[in-house]
């Protein structure tokens, strides 16, 4: 099946500071999903990004598709930031019609 | 409210029991899918329908099976649950476009514990 990657597994940021998660993924997809998963558990919907750039506030999402890999920006970050957050895609064929889910990145965020 | 709704939001049961996870949704979406999350893990897809006569098995179906009552309702059950089955729930739903499958929502979680 597909693998999906996430880095860093663990991050941790002072409040206000800017970073990068990264995912990689090894095959052709037609679907990618950005999730926040918060401390309650509840999946929140970042970006349906399958390729190009999008933006919503301080949060913006990069997918090059024929290089397998998306990007995750945050700037400014908020304690209300933290949580985990999975990358998911979805095979282009083959691939059973599933999300598969990265192990996703811990960001903790300090004041 | 909450365009997935998946019911109960917690619950604990004993071994042996049988219990059903339900899950309606507002979005007018035909596909509708249950995933399992163990702690520390991504999820992992437990059945899917794409529409009320199309049941399919995921990757970790055994020990679960489901029912699609409507387009707006998928229910979950564990017919004689066992403590590996302790773990949250989550149904989601997805439209069909010429791409293929559309963004998925998610419900908010059933969290259960299996004693």
């Known amino acids: 099946g597909i693998q999906v990657e996430q880095s860093p597994p663990d991050l941790i940021l002072q409040e206000g500071a800017n970073s990068t998660l990264r995912c990689n993924f090894s095959?052709?997809?037609?679907?990618l999903q950005w999730f926040h998963q918060n401390p309650w558990g509840q999946l929140i919907n970042l970006f349906y990004?399958?390729?190009g750039t999008k933006q919503n506030g301080r949060l913006s999402a990069t997918t090059v598709a024929t290089e397998r890999y998306s990007l995750l920006y945050i700037s400014s970050s908020q304690t209300t930031d933290s949580g985990v957050y999975f990358c998911a895609v979805r095979r282009l064929t083959g691939g059973g019609n599933k999300l598969t889910f990265g192990t996703g990145t811990q960001l903790k965020v300090e004041l | 409210d909450a365009d997935v709704t998946q019911t109960p939001r917690n619950r604990i049961t004993k071994t042996g029991k049988r219990i059903m996870l339900e899950c309606s949704q507002t979005k007018g979406h035909d596909r509708m899918y249950w995933y399992r999350q163990d702690p520390g893990l991504g999820l992992q897809l437990i059945y899917y329908s794409f529409d009320v006569k199309d049941i399919n098995k995921g990757e970790i179906s055994d020990g679960y099976s489901v029912s699609r009552q409507a387009q707006a309702k998928f229910s979950l059950s564990l017919e004689s649950a066992i403590p590996n089955q302790t773990a949250l729930y989550f149904c989601a739903t997805s439209d069909f476009g010429t791409g293929g499958d559309t963004e998925a929502f998610f419900g908010q979680g059933t969290r259960l514990t299996v004693v």
């Open positions: 990004i399958p390729s």
């Open positions: 095959d052709s997809v037609n679907n």
